[in-house]
């Protein structure tokens, strides 16, 4: 039997990317862009390119590059979007534009206040107008599942007739339930004419914890699309969760009969950590398929079962989704080679110069501590790639703290290229380095969270440290490991700081995104 594909629609990119603390810059969107064309993923939606510059030359950037992967932008109705939008992905391989209005009578009264005709003959030139700049264009129907189901259908007809090939019926605030969605889709499927012909995509908020629920009744239902994002980083509770979809579709092959993804599992463990060690926010320990507990077996009479036949207690293998079997990774003797398996593996890929650093860095640690785990890696690889963006670059530092001195920095900081050197007083040593960088920066940002943690056990463990930084209602993370957590600090700090300094060198649109 020929299986049916359920094309997998990344938006990390784009959803994912608008939550708060998640936002990332041009460099590290690309390295996550090409862990998702190596993950099988059917379409990137890799930005939304009228909403900022950064926006548009990330999803450029990509649109350029990858050539396996649908590259898709998103645009409103506005001719201006959607022109956009084109010229964001001029030379993509495969693009497509992604456009949206709202549907329900809550967003036409209250947001756009418009009435519903006008809606439609906007969903009618909007999608000729995408059409006009490629074959590929998908429709979503921004609170579908708060909107009459009548008008949903006239919505759907118009945007087909028009030309759409993928309608999207967009759960945005996370309130429906899997019945009630798996109903929608069969009504839509069945009412709208010519809806055999294009694909119906499901995209689901997380606010009731039911988007992974509702996104897979919806297969059921015969839905084909799912839009998702890799660990389910999303607006407010975040979106329907990547690995948790397509690990359900390859698990219950008898519910899910016939059904298939395009998608290479085991580089699923590999995309959320690169995921997650870029953006800062690290997976819950009891997430679904990756979290760090995910595969263990605490309770005794688990682990004498799963000693004895895995199949006791483990529904689906470490293994099948990438996680490196091996917790203790390498040491001293281990070289190049391991080296960059094991990168590989956490979905890192470093090369000439970058590489090198990071291979030195690997040395130099291993010198100083025994063995070196998965997380180090990562610290020590986010560290070594050159961030060709960046204001400011942290040197040399020293402090002088203790029972009887006043904590005093000296910092050294590289400011749009230019060296500089501060020293402050502090309450302890590292306000006394913030308050060094504060100076040379003239950063007018406030500090919200500190927070220090051993990246691994112990006591030559790597200190890892995040700060969470804001200015003009933009909220950043900053993060920075060294084995000293006072310069482990300071990188994060300075870290957190080029995060702003890149989203103000943005010149983000007036309106708000409206999603
Ligand atoms: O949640 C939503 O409705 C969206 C649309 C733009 C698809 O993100
Ligand atoms: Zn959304």
Redesign the pocket.
Known sequence: MSRDIIRIFD?TLR?GEQAPGCSMNLSEKLLLARQLERLGVDVIEAGFPIASEGDFESVRAIADELTRTTICGLARTDPKDIDRAAEALQHAKKPRIHTFIATSDIHLEHKLRMSREQVLAEVDRSVRQARGYCDDVEFSAEDATRSDIDYLVQVFTTAIEAGASTCNV?D?VGYTQPEEYARLISTLRERVPGAENVVFAV?C?NDLGLAVSNSLAAVLAGARQV?CTVNGI??RAG?TSMEEVVMAIKTRPDVFQGLDTNIVTTEIYPASRLLSSTIGVPVQPNKAIVGDNAFAHEAGIHQDGVLKAAITYEIMTPQSIGRPSNEIVLGKHSGRHAFRDRLGELGIELEGEDFEMAFRRFKDLADKKKNIYNEDIEAIATDSVTQTDDRFELGDLSILSGTFAKPTATVELRVDGESRRATALGIGPVDAVFKAIADMTETKSELLRFQVNAITGGMDALGEVSVTVSEDGRRVIGHGAHSDIIVASGKAYVHALNRLAWHKSRHDVTEPKG?
Do not use: A, L, M, V
Request: net charge negative; hydrophobic share 10%.
């Open positions: 938006t959803d967009p945005t995209h908020h839009e999303g607006e979106n999603i």
